[in-house]
C-alpha cells in the first residue's frame, strides 16, 4: 500500500491548481449563463487550454524523473517499486485537471443531478475494473483502473457539459479531448528514454513549447478568464 498511497499523494497534491481556479470560474460562469453571455464557451475553452499547459510541464517533470525523485526524498529501493505508478499517476492527474472545468461549469449552472448520475454510471465499472485488473497485476493494476476511470470521467464531464449547453457536435468534443490526450502523450513520450540527459532535454523542450503556447494564446491574444 506504502508503494501505492506515496507516490500518489505527491501527485495528486497538484490539484490545488485547477482547485484554485475553479474557484474563480464558478461564480464567473454562474454569472455568465445567467446572463446568456455568448462568452461562456469561449472562457470554458482557455480554461481547458490554461489548466492543460500549466499543469502539462510539472506532470512531465514528475513523470520523467520520477524514480530520481523517489530516491533522493526516500530511497532507491523504494523509488524502484513506485516509480512506475507515479508515472502513471502523473498522467491521470493531468487528464483530470481538465476534467475540473466541465464539472464546474454543470455545477454552475444549476446541475450537480448530472455529475451525480455520471459517478454512479462510472461506479461499478470501476469496480470491476479495479478488482480485475488488480488481481493480476498487484499495485500497477489498481493504477491502471484508476487512470481508466479518470479518462472515461474526462469524456463524460465535457460531453455532458457541451450537451448542456449545445456548443458544438459530440464528435468535436471527442476529438478537442483526444487531442490533448495525444499532445500529453508525446510528451510523455520522453520515459522511453533511459539516459537521464535525454530525458533532461525532452523535459526541457516540453517546457519551452508548454509555455510558449500558453504565452501565445492566453497572454498575448488577451485570453484572460474574467
Keep these: 500500500v506504502a508503494y501505492y498511497t506515496t507516490p500518489q499523494e505527491i501527485i495528486t497534491k497538484i490539484w490545488i491548481i485547477p482547485g484554485a481556479l475553479t474557484s474563480v470560474l464558478f461564480p464567473a460562469f454562474t454569472a455568465s449563463l445567467t446572463r446568456n453571455d455568448k462568452n461562456t464557451q469561449d472562457t470554458f475553452d482557455k480554461a481547458v487550454m490554461g489548466i492543460f499547459f500549466i499543469v502539462l510541464p510539472i506532470s512531465i517533470m514528475l513523470a ?11 530511497g532507491f529501493d523504494f523509488a524502484i517499486k513506485s516509480a512506475a505508478l507515479m508515472k502513471v499517476f502523473a498522467f491521470g492527474v493531468l487528464i483530470n485537471c ?4 466541465p464539472y464546474t461549469l454543470i455545477q454552475s449552472a444549476g446541475h450537480p443531478r448530472i455529475t451525480a448520475i455520471l459517478h454512479l454510471v462510472q461506479l461499478p465499472i470501476f469496480v470491476i475494473g479495479l478488482w480485475l485488473l488488480t488481481s493480476k497485476y498487484g499495485s500497477m493494476g ?13 469524456f463524460l464531464m465535457f460531453s455532458a457539459s457541451n450537451n448542456l449547453q449545445k456548443w458544438r457536435k459530440q464528435l468535436n468534443v471527442f476529438l478537442m ?43 498575448v491574444n488577451n485570453a484572460h478568464i474574467t
Design 142 to 154: 489498481a493504477a491502471i483502473a484508476w487512470l481508466g476511470r479518470l479518462i472515461l470521467d474526462a
Design 177 to 219: 479531448l483526444s487531442g490533448y490526450i495525444c499532445l500529453a502523450l508525446l510528451a510523455f513520450s520522453g520515459l522511453l528514454f533511459e539516459n537521464l540527459y535525454l530525458r533532461v532535454t525532452w523535459c526541457l523542450l516540453s517546457l519551452f513549447i508548454s509555455w510558449l503556447i500558453l504565452i501565445k494564446y492566453v497572454f
Design 64 to 74: 520523467l524523473f520520477a524514480k530520481e525523485l523517489l530516491s533522493v526524498w526516500i
Design 98 to 101: 481538465l476534467s475540473h472545468i
